[in-house]
């Protein structure tokens, strides 16, 4: 089965060598589920020629904003609704659960609350879920026909599900502790404040549940399987 992954944005310069970029943490985390990748680069406008190529997306985080005026974010999103009319399973993770809900109508805005970063818990469908999170951008209204499956205080809409095969999700599964602590050191200093990266900082050693929602991701894209 073949899962093409839209990568929106690029790892920091300094690991990208160590810790790989945005596709290839997703290979990582979903290795073992059985798929074969193909990545498009679509920041550096790296199209797919359409919902076909792959039997199920995934949509990578990113540091661009979907509100943004990029010349790839309209054919990005024309993309999305090409598979979501194919029927075609698609994931989207932080910048990838924002687009996806802008695409299909929603609204996606800067939280006037700031930063989550780091170690946050979800109720996902009544079960207590922690996973890394780094954004500040947050789904403010919510696509037609979507579900709220994960919340919690800081972000109500973390986790949609529109219809039975797109699912989206606020946190990152995808990122370690390593990870969070490279976008402290080289994105956060003087963008977020301390407090709030000490507090991710002395999180770093907590387990997480990222092998967990992987499962809950290829449920998901298992989808596209004919």
């Known amino acids: 089965m073949r899962i093409g992954i839209l990568q929106t944005g690029h790892s920091p310069d300094e690991v ?16 073992g589920h059985g798929y074969d990748f193909t990545t498009y680069s679509v920041v550096d406008n790296q199209f797919p020629d359409g919902p076909d190529a792959a039997d199920g997306w995934l949509i990578t985080g990113s540091k661009h904003g979907a509100y943004e005026d990029h010349d790839w974010i309209e054919p990005l999103e024309t993309l999305i609704r090409d598979i979501r009319d194919a029927d075609l399973p698609l994931v989207g993770v932080c910048f990838g659960h924002q687009i996806i809900a802008q695409a299909l109508g929603g609204k996606v805005e800067k939280f006037d609350g700031g930063w989550a970063v780091g170690r946050q818990v979800y109720d996902i469908d009544g079960e207590q879920v922690a996973l890394n999170a780094w954004h500040q951008d947050q789904v ?24 039975d095969k797109i699912m989206t999700i606020q946190p990152h599964p ?18 977020i404040s301390e407090d709030i990266l000490s507090h ?16 809950q991701m290829a449920q998901i894209l298992n989808k596209g399987d004919k």
């Open 16 to 31: 990208r060598d160590d810790l790989g970029d945005y596709g290839q943490m997703f290979t990582r985390l979903l290795d």
């Open 174 to 191: 995808e990122f370690t502790a390593k990870m969070i602590d490279a976008l402290i050191k080289y994105r956060g200093r003087g963008n």
């Open 140 to 163: 403010t209204e919510l696509p037609e026909g979507a579900r709220v499956f994960a919340s919690n205080d800081f972000c109500q809409n973390a986790g949609l599900m529109i219809g």
């Open 200 to 215: 991710a900082q002395d999180g770093l050693t907590q387990t997480i549940d990222a092998d967990k929602f992987a499962d």
